[in-house]
C-alpha cells in the first residue's frame, strides 16, 4: 500500500491535517506474544472472533512505537491475514466502533464523557479544562505540539464517579476545573497520575465515607478498607 497523504484530523477551525499512511505494519514481539495469548481462546477456524482483541493490539502496538495510538489501513490489511479474514470485514469493525483511532491522534487521548451523569456532575468544567491546559479550540482538535487530542464520548459507565475523563485507557474521577487542568499539566510533564478517584473515593464508595453498615469491614478488589465517615 502506498504511503500518500490522506486526509487526517479535522481541528475546530475546519482546516483538515494532513497525514501519512505507514508504507508496511508488523507485529513486533510485544503484540506478537499479546496474539499468542489472545488466539488461544478462540477453537479452530474461529479466529475471526479475535477481531476487536487485535486490533487492540494494533492500536496500543502504534501508541508505543510512534506516540500516536491509531489503526492504519495497512495494519487493518495485516490483521485481515493474520486472522485469515477479508480486509473489508476489519474496516467495517474498526470504523464501525468509535474506540479504534483510524486516524493519527495526540500522545494523550482526552476523551470526555458529556453524557446525562457527567454533564450534571460538571463535564462543562472538564472540557473547559481540556481546552485551557491543553491549547485545544475544541472537540476533534489536536494541540499544535501533537501532546493532546480531545474527543467527545458517550457514557463511559463510570456514572457514579462522575464526572469522568478517560485518557487513552485510564478513567479520571471525581473531577471538576482545577483538579483536570493538574492532570493535564502532570501529563505535559510525562507524568502520569495514578487512574481512579482524584479526591480519594474507593471505587463507588460515598464522598466522605460509608455512613451505614459500619459494622461490617468492607475492602476493595485490591484489599483497601472503603472510608467510613467519623
Same mark, same amino acid.
Given at each position: 500500500?502506498?504511503?500518500?497523504?490522506?486526509?487526517?484530523? %479535522?481541528?475546530?477551525?475546519?482546516? +483538515?491535517?494532513? #497525514? #501519512?499512511? /505507514?508504507?508496511?505494519?508488523?507485529? =513486533? +514481539? $510485544?503484540?506478537?506474544?499479546?496474539? $499468542?495469548?489472545?488466539?488461544?481462546?478462540?477453537?479452530?477456524?474461529?479466529?475471526?472472533?479475535?477481531?476487536? /482483541?487485535?486490533?487492540?493490539?494494533?492500536?496500543?502496538?502504534?501508541?508505543?512505537? %510512534?506516540?500516536? +495510538?491509531?489503526?492504519?489501513? *495497512?495494519?487493518?490489511?495485516?490483521? @485481515?491475514?493474520?486472522?485469515?479474514?477479508?480486509?473489508?470485514?476489519?474496516?467495517?469493525? @474498526?470504523? &464501525?466502533? %468509535?474506540?479504534?483511532?483510524?486516524?493519527?491522534?495526540?500522545?494523550?487521548? !482526552?476523551?470526555?464523557?458529556?453524557?446525562?451523569?457527567?454533564?450534571?456532575?460538571?463535564?462543562?468544567?472538564?472540557?473547559? @479544562?481540556?481546552?485551557?491546559?491543553? #491549547?485545544?479550540?475544541?472537540?476533534?482538535?489536536?494541540?499544535?505540539?501533537?501532546? &493532546?487530542? !480531545? %474527543?467527545?464520548?458517550?457514557?463511559?459507565?463510570?456514572?457514579?464517579?462522575?464526572?469522568?475523563?478517560?485518557?487513552?485507557?485510564?478513567?479520571?474521577? =471525581?473531577?471538576?476545573?482545577?483538579?483536570?487542568?493538574?492532570?493535564?499539566?502532570?501529563?505535559?510533564?510525562?507524568?502520569?497520575? /495514578? +487512574?481512579?478517584? *482524584?479526591?480519594?473515593?474507593?471505587?463507588?464508595?460515598?464522598?466522605?465515607?460509608?455512613?451505614?453498615? !459500619?459494622?461490617?469491614?468492607?475492602? =476493595?478488589?485490591?484489599?483497601?478498607?472503603?472510608?467510613?465517615?467519623?
Amino acid at each position: 500500500m502506498s504511503d500518500h497523504a490522506h486526509e487526517g484530523p %479535522t481541528h475546530a477551525d475546519g482546516k +483538515a491535517e494532513a #497525514h #501519512h499512511e /505507514p508504507a508496511s505494519f508488523a507485529f =513486533d +514481539a $510485544e503484540s506478537e506474544a499479546q496474539i $499468542e495469548k489472545i488466539l488461544k481462546r478462540y477453537p479452530a477456524g474461529k479466529e475471526a472472533s479475535a477481531i476487536i /482483541p487485535l486490533l487492540y493490539v494494533v492500536q496500543r502496538q502504534m501508541g508505543r512505537q %510512534t506516540g500516536s +495510538a491509531w489503526v492504519p489501513r *495497512v495494519a487493518m490489511d495485516q490483521t @485481515a491475514r493474520r486472522l485469515g479474514m477479508a480486509p473489508i470485514r476489519v474496516y467495517e469493525v @474498526a470504523n &464501525f466502533y %468509535t474506540m479504534f483511532n483510524t486516524k493519527p491522534i495526540g500522545r494523550y487521548h !482526552l476523551q470526555v464523557c458529556g453524557t446525562t451523569p457527567c454533564w450534571l456532575r460538571g463535564s462543562d468544567d472538564v472540557l473547559r @479544562a481540556c481546552k485551557d491546559a491543553g #491549547h485545544l479550540k475544541g472537540y476533534g482538535d489536536t494541540s499544535t505540539d501533537g501532546l &493532546f487530542t !480531545l %474527543t467527545e464520548v458517550e457514557c463511559l459507565g463510570g456514572c457514579v464517579n462522575a464526572p469522568v475523563l478517560q485518557v487513552d485507557d485510564d478513567y479520571y474521577e =471525581d473531577l471538576d476545573y482545577e483538579s483536570t487542568v493538574k492532570l493535564i499539566e502532570s501529563l505535559k510533564r510525562g507524568e502520569r497520575p /495514578p +487512574a481512579g478517584s *482524584v479526591i480519594g473515593r474507593v471505587c463507588s464508595a460515598p464522598v466522605g465515607g460509608a455512613e451505614t453498615l !459500619l459494622d461490617i469491614p468492607m475492602v =476493595d478488589a485490591d484489599g483497601r478498607d472503603f472510608p467510613v465517615k467519623e
